[in-house]
């Protein structure tokens, strides 16, 4: 079965740091790409971060780059987003998710498998 748990979300404050993680089945860690995208109410869901299998290749969505890093571990079968100053119009549903690539696409109907996603808030 392959699965995609994220968790590490939550409330925090303007410039303030979150970590998420992805947790995934060994067919996507031993495989796969992953990446990070967000959804806010109203909104597209966004690209932010996306990781290739081996870790070698990473893109970020410009409006992150320097302040969001993504990494994984796949002895441990998670991926990471250290999140820092965080901006309150960065609020929204944050998912974790896998293509069926070992390079990550930016665009997330090229992304076959989903996470249920961990709403990040953050406050003013």
């Known amino acids: 079965q392959v699965r995609l748990v994220e968790s590490g979300g939550g409330l925090v404050q303007a410039g303030g740091s979150l970590r998420l993680s992805c947790a995934a089945s060994e067919r996507i860690s031993n495989s796969y790409a992953m990446g990070w995208f967000r959804q806010a109410p109203g909104k597209e869901r966004e690209f932010v971060a996306g990781i290739s299998w081996k870790g070698g290749f990473i893109e970020y969505a410009d409006s992150v780059k320097g302040r969001f890093t993504i990494s994984r571990d796949n002895a441990k079968n998670t991926a990471y987003l250290q999140m820092n100053s965080l901006k309150p119009e960065e609020t929204a549903v944050y998912y974790c998710?896998?293509?069926?690539?070992?390079?990550?696409?930016?665009?997330?109907?090229?992304?076959?498998?989903w996470g249920q996603g961990t709403q990040v808030t953050v406050s003013s």
């Open positions: 998710a896998a293509p069926v690539d070992e390079l990550p696409p930016l665009e997330p109907q090229k992304y076959v498998y």
